[in-house]
């Protein structure tokens, strides 16, 4: 029975303890409901306090909205369990950060489950993740491009902002669900959104994994079993990072020096997990960190002075004589900074602008778009990587037409640009050289010519892209 697994999944992985205080994340739909039933069944044997939390997203209409609020409330009553409530226009949220609708849902949810747990001093939350949840969530990951991390899927428990979220349902299939609902005749509420194909998860869950199961009827038991595999072979990776990461990395107070000479002993993949558990060990988690941030850190570290600016603007990444500082100083404050790498052909979505960049290589010779958001430029001329970063002083290049090079300051007073925008206008770097001004002026180095064999295209737009080149696809996998 259901509620005997979940006991032995509690047991097993220590998700409970005599006394606690739990908020229990409840929508009204199956997986929640039977979370809810299940915790309540235990709520005696474990002395449990239990506290339901429902939140409204608002990505329905208010009359489906409502029928979930007063099931949930039913739930409420008849189990004698408190409940708070709150609603949040997700979808304006999402269009004001320009997250996808996703991550904005997934970014409020865990805000109003955390304020809720703090409100009632509870030191848990319970989530109704299950092991189909599971299965859907590494095939989401494979498809993106995650690494061992990414792969281990969703852990049964993690700690956020101090408050332990736990999935006592991850071993519990979907299936199991539904026939322990019966079994009480329970008639859950069905949340139409998880129909829509907008969602990426949905398309995961009804339509690629529908298609593996011709090929392999228990795809989802490979999946979930697989995402076990991945987490005890990250289990052991981590003490091997953990153990280098000390014998390599200074951590002081709010910045941690890794010393490039000791780093470059490790093999590559070493190297890497030292430089995520350093960017770990400052942000408290790896959310919105992906392959191309490490490779640009490997970037930086070949080169012989720099910086850059890791997503969230909280983590500035500098290039000194001997090491890699993360954190940063105000002495390091004054080094270029660079925002992302470019990956030519390729997009990326550069979060401190909100503006998605598109290299592409292209036949046609057309020239700048409207509004100047798209340039094209002879490719034979280009040193890569490319890079996007902003104005600093002292930088120079020679405007489309010109002869020389000229001061970038100079420049923005030719082109009557308010000196509080001058430091929002990206540019694009090749080796040490600005190619492009965005928006303004192309360099006359890069122009193209009756010569000219490749020609690369680059444009820039203000919203994301659902793909691998964004942050914002890389990002909604983390549960």
Request: hydrophobic share 40%; charged share 35%.
């Amino acid at each position: 029975m259901l509620i005997d697994k979940v006991r032995k999944t509690i047991k097993k992985f220590g998700l409970i303890e005599k006394g606690d205080k739990v908020i229990v994340a409840v929508s009204g739909g199956p997986d929640s409901t039977a979370l809810l039933l299940a915790l309540n069944g235990l709520k005696q044997s474990h002395d449990l306090k239990l506290k339901i939390a429902h939140l409204d997203h608002m990505f329905r209409p208010a009359e489906d909205t409502k029928k979930d609020y007063e099931y949930v409330l039913s739930l409420s009553k008849r189990l004698n369990i408190p409940l708070v409530y709150k609603r949040i226009d997700v979808p304006a949220y999402a269009k004001e950060t320009g997250l996808s609708p996703e991550e904005a849902a997934r970014e409020k949810r865990y805000g109003f489950l955390i304020e809720a747990a703090k409100e009632a001093r509870a030191k848990k939350i319970a989530l109704g993740h299950t092991f189909d949840d599971q299965a859907e969530t590494v095939l989401m990951r494979l498809i993106r491009g995650a690494g061992l991390s990414g792969l281990r899927g969703i852990p049964v428990s993690r700690r956020l902002n101090g408050t332990l979220v736990i999935r006592p349902l991850l071993e519990v299939w979907r299936k199991e669900v539904d026939a322990y609902l019966r079994s009480l005749r329970i008639k859950p509420m069905q949340d139409a959104t998880n129909l829509m194909p907008k969602f990426f998860r949905n398309r995961i869950r009804n339509e690629v994994i529908k298609f593996l199961e011709k090929y392999n009827p228990n795809i989802k038991e490979s999946l979930a079993r697989s995402a076990q595999n991945f987490f005890y072979d990250y289990e052991t990776l981590a003490e091997i990072v953990n153990r280098e990461f000390a014998r390599c990395a200074k951590v002081k107070r709010g910045s941690i020096r890794i010393f490039i000479r000791d780093l470059k002993k490790k093999r590559t993949g070493l190297q890497r997990g030292i430089l995520r558990k350093a960017i770990e060990t400052l942000k408290g988690d790896l959310r919105g960190i992906d392959y191309s941030h490490i490779e640009d850190i490997e970037d930086l570290m070949k080169a012989e002075r720099g910086a850059m600016e890791l997503p969230g603007g909280k983590i500035k990444v500098t290039r000194t004589r001997d090491a890699l500082v993360f954190g940063g100083t105000k002495a390091e404050a004054t080094l270029p900074k660079v925002w992302r790498r470019i990956p030519v052909p390729g997009a990326t979505f550069i979060p401190e602008l909100k503006l998605t960049f598109d290299a592409r290589f292209t036949a046609s010779r057309a020239k700048r778009g409207k509004p100047k958001t798209t340039e094209c430029m002879d490719s034979g001329k280009i040193k890569e990587p490319l890079y996007i970063r902003t104005w600093e002083k002292g930088d120079r290049f020679r405007p489309l037409g010109m002869a020389k090079e000229k001061k970038l300051q100079d420049f923005f007073v030719d082109e009557k640009v308010p000196r509080e925008l001058r430091n929002s206008i990206p540019l694009v770097i090749a080796g040490k050289k600005i190619i492009w001004v965005c928006g303004l002026r192309l360099s006359e180095d890069v122009k193209i010519s009756d010569n000219t064999i490749n020609i690369l295209k680059l444009s820039y737009r203000k919203r994301l892209l659902k793909s691998k080149g964004c942050l914002e696809s890389r990002t909604k996998n983390s549960h």
